[in-house]
Nanobody, 126 residues
Framework: QVQLVESGGGSVQAGGSLRISCAVS????????MGWFRQDPGNEREGVAA????????YYADSVKGRFTISQDNAKNTVYLQMNSLKPEDTAVYYC???????????????????WGQGTQVTVSS
């Protein structure tokens, strides 16, 4: 089992920045990829960013490319999502996920992930 705990969400004005964190514990060697997903009421869950923990390869949704950065701190077993130039449409609950992901084209597919955090709210006001 892998446990994930998100933190760092909050409210910010459009154009601002936030960094959210995901603390990972448990049998971390059972996963090779960490992802960030988001969902707001009325919309489907969206894969935002992913990082392969083995080689650091990263993947981003087109909607956040150039604005968001996913990173990992192996010493702290923590994954981060730095969000810059935030827009109101970025408002959502952001979830951290962990899984063993094979093909890279599945890295932003939520159904491929086995473990999920409880989510943290990010609200961007105009």
């Amino acid at each position: 089992q892998v446990q994930l705990v998100e933190s760092g969400g909050g409210s910010v004005q459009a154009g601002g920045s936030l960094r959210i964190s995901c603390a990972v514990s448990g049998y971390i060697y059972s996963v090779n990829c960490m992802g960030w997903f988001r969902q707001d009421p009325g919309n489907e869950r969206e894969g935002v960013a992913a990082i392969y923990t083995t080689n650091g390869s990263t993947y981003y949704a087109d909607s956040v490319k150039g604005r968001f950065t996913i990173s990992q701190d192996n010493a702290k077993n923590t994954v981060y999502l730095q969000m810059n130039s935030l827009k109101p449409e970025d408002t959502a609950v952001y979830y951290c996920a962990a899984g063993w992901i094979g093909p890279e084209n599945l890295a932003l597919k939520g159904d491929e992930y086995a473990f999920w955090g409880q989510g943290t709210q990010v609200t961007v006001s105009s």
